[in-house]
């Protein structure tokens, strides 16, 4: 079975500060990984996506996320943290192969970003 | 930009009723799913459909579950006897088939699912 666990249920940040999610995967076999985003009030949006290609992938607003198979890590990073970056950060994963294509969410990180 | 849609936003019922709660996944995208998070939970995965049947299913999704395509565009999930704990917020999402999608699933805003 697939698992996920993200560090640290709350974040804060200075606004223009790095913003650094972590994200740590458990898989017989490297999986697809995802960062969603949850505004308030609003449903999950796809920052990114790892569908082993290259290990660092660009996403959304600004956001990255490299792929590290000897940590089973996939953090999620920002050079500058922006206002409007304040939201929930689900990282999800997904088997690579065969039928199941369900989606195992870890339990959010909310961030805030501090003026 | 196609979008997934849900309604209603929010639902409120009274234990023990009925409820469908429904949504319009893009147009061409052929695997439907449902999620929940209760309040300060994780997102759980409750079912996936595919070719008009169930592909895969969670233990939350019993027996009180179900889930139709009663037509080419809606996608329903119906809750036949609500319990308090079945509160939560209840997502849609589709995605499309083939090599390049990745599994990449889209989702709708949810509906608020509120049980008295």
């Known amino acids: 079975a697939q698992s996920v666990t993200q560090l640290g249920s709350h974040v804060s940040v200075s606004e223009g500060a790095l913003v650094l999610l972590r994200c740590n995967y458990s898989?017989?076999?490297?999986?697809?990984l995802f960062w969603y985003v949850q505004y308030p009030n609003q449903g999950l949006q796809l920052l990114l996506k790892?569908?082993?290609?290259?290990?660092l992938v660009k996403g959304i607003n600004g956001f990255e996320a490299e792929f590290k198979k000897s940590e089973t890590s996939f953090h999620l990073t920002k050079p500058s943290a922006h206002m409007s970056d304040a939201a929930e950060y689900f990282c999800?994963?997904?088997?690579?192969?065969?039928?199941?294509?369900?989606?195992?969410f870890g339990s959010g990180t909310q961030l805030t970003v501090l003026p | 930009e196609p979008e997934v849609t849900q309604t209603p936003s929010h639902q409120v019922t009274q234990m023990g009723q009925e409820v469908i709660l429904r949504c319009v996944p893009i147009?061409?995208?052929?695997?439907f799913y449902w999620y929940r998070q209760i309040l300060g939970q994780k997102v759980e995965f409750l079912v996936s459909?595919?070719?008009?049947?169930?592909?895969?299913k969670s233990e939350i999704f019993d027996d009180q579950f179900s889930v139709e395509r009663p037509d080419g565009s809606n996608f329903t999930l119906k809750i036949r006897s609500t319990k308090l704990e079945d509160s939560a917020m209840y997502f849609c999402?589709?995605?499309?088939?083939?090599?390049?999608?990745?599994?990449?699933?889209?989702f709708g805003p949810g509906t608020r699912l509120t049980v008295l």
């Open positions: 999402a589709s995605s499309p088939t083939g090599a390049s999608s990745y599994n990449e699933q889209f």
């Open positions: 999800a994963v997904t088997p690579s192969s065969g039928s199941a294509r369900q989606l195992t």
């Open positions: 459909f595919y070719n008009n049947e169930i592909s895969e």
């Open positions: 790892y569908t082993s290609a290259a290990t």
């Open positions: 147009s061409n995208h052929l695997y």
């Open positions: 898989s017989s076999v490297p999986p697809y």
